[in-house]
Every structure is written in C-alpha cells, then in structure tokens.
C-alpha cells in the first residue's frame, strides 16, 4: 500500500476529497480489506477508480506454507517484476506475533551459512514492498482469528512486533527501510511500537552511525555470530569491509549516543563457533556494555553447517552469563516449513524442494 502522504497526493490529483484517505486508511490497516470494494465507506464509483489504478499489496502471494501446529506461517511473495522474496509470522505462545521481513531481493554479502547468499543481490525492495509484508500478516492475522476495527481487546489479532532478519541486509537499502518503518509505526496505518520494531545488521557502520542520529528509538541487532576478526572473516565477508574492531568502536558509540541496547545475534554453527573459547572471547569482548546475547540455534539447510545442539549451546550460553552479560537462547520456529532465510525462494527458484527435503531427512 503507498504511503499516507502519497495517497493524499494522489487523491489530491484526482479530485477526491482529502478525508476519504482516512477512510481507505481505515479499511485497509483497520479492518483488513484485501480489495478496495470491500471498504464499504467509500462510493462505488471511488472503489471501482482505486481498484483499477491503485493495489492494496505491492505484490502477489505465490506460496504459503502454515507448520502443522500453526506457529509458523512463512509466505513467498512475487513482486510486480518477478523477484521473489519472503517473510515469515511467528505466533508466540506468550502471545506476540512477530513478523520478519526482507528488505532486498536476494543478498550481495554472502554469508556462508545463509541460503539467502546463494542468490546473490538483485535488488533494493522499495519502502512499500518491505512495509507490505507486515500489511500482508496482519490481514492474514484478521481473517483468520475474525478481528474487526470494533473489537476492543485486538489482542493476538494484528501483527505487534516486526524484525528485519528476513533476506537481505536493511542497512544498505537504508532508506526504504527507514521509510517502512515509518508506515510500520504510523497510528493511521499498522501503529506497531518503534520499541517493537528490530533492524538487524551484519555491520553496515555507515547505517549504524545515520541511525545514532534518527529520532525513532527502534531496536538494534547486530549479526556478529564470531568473537574474532579472523574467525568472522571466514564465513562473514562483510568482516572485510568493516572490522570487527571498527564494528565495536561503532556501537559503543551508539549505545553511549542513544542510551539503548545493542542485541548481539550469534548463530551456533557446530565445531565452528561454538567452543568455550569462543564464548569467553565474545564474553570478553563486550562486557561492560548496555548489551544482550542471542544465542540463535542455526536452522539447517543444504549448505553443510551443523547445527550446535542443544548441550553446547547451553554450556555456551553459561560461559557468556558468568560475565554478567545476559543471554537468551532464541526459540526456534518453522524449521519444518523452510524458515531460515531465503530457503524457500532458493527452493522455487532452482527447484531443490525435493532435494533439500531428502537433505534435511538424512
């Protein structure tokens, strides 16, 4: 869905009045419209003109696959020039529905444990792109539990949390990305908390260094998944461009700047970073400052990593909070859906569906 501002200019243009934005407003984000002729507020005349010149979702949805206990829905999208792209709800039993978005077609900074790195870059996902994956949830969250605009208690209803960590890195489409997270937070339209809203990053310090000065207090998540500069390098290119000693300097930086905590997100990769020295040196590391761990247990693909199991990780997670550095081990959902990132388009784009399906089997 286009912006607020760029729906008023283009009614402007058309001659509608000024107040009918409220009302498509209001159908779409409030009450879930998929189509136009559904808002019933509006003149049949208004919705036929919207139907024909304007699209509620920037995209079509080419596959949903749902995980057998409903937890995990992950959704591919095909945008109006054929890219594919995906994006993931995650319903939390404490009650949350988390959505992780993508932000570029592909990825350029070929990590060697993500499958989105397979792809390669294509190309920038516009603001309205990025913003319509969560539009796209939230309506699925309405149609599915019968949420109405008029239903007082919204809870478990609409889409309340969003975490960019889906395919591609958000700090080089920094922008459209900024931009989405406006429409994300805009009381009009999703009015998702900023404090809810989680850019994750591989270390973009440029990105990180615009974000110090940018009024809205969203959540920063840097993907650092090593404690060493050459350990990072190995399987983490970006390492090559921004150090991890300048990656460092950056954060304390941030954190001093705007007072908010920095989330680090390691990926536990079996015999590869996930030893006890390599807890102590990432404890080492960052103590001491306003910080988090996420210890993320790698959901497998056919790349060839491992994930660390469930006993390393702990032992791992102890070594880090001897340290007085909190830990949590993230919960891992939809890894029988093809969750991790960029599974599924590298599925339908090259069709390894039944190939992966006989790897992850073995």
Known sequence: MITPTELIDYLKQEGVPAYRSRQILQGVYKEGARTFDEIETLPKDLRDKLQAELSILSFEVLKEVTSPNGETVKALFK????ALVEGVLMRFRDGRNSVCVSSQVGCG?????????TMGFKRNLT???????VLYFDQYLKRTTGATAKDPDQSGKRVDHVIFM???EPFLNYEAVMSSVRTMNNPDCLGIASRSITLSTSGIVPSIKKLMDDP??????????????????????????????????????YIKKTHRRVSYEYVMLR????SPTCARQLAELIRGQRCHVNLIPYNETYLGFSNAGKSRIDAFREIVESYDIPVTVRVSLGQDISAACGQLAVEEEEGKGSANAKLMAE
């Open 216 to 253: 809205l207090q969203v959540n920063l998540a840097v993907s650092i998944h090593a404690p060493t500069q050459e350990l990072r390098k190995s399987f983490m290119p970006i390492a090559n461009a921004y150090s991890l000693d300048e990656l460092i300097a950056t954060l304390k930086d």
């Open 271 to 274: 015999d590869i970073n996930d």
């Open 127 to 133: 603001s309205e792109e990025i913003a319509d994956q």
């Open 109 to 117: 900074l070929k990590c060697s444990f993500c499958a989105t790195g």
């Open 79 to 82: 945008m109006s020039d054929g």
């Open 166 to 168: 889906g395919m591609g």
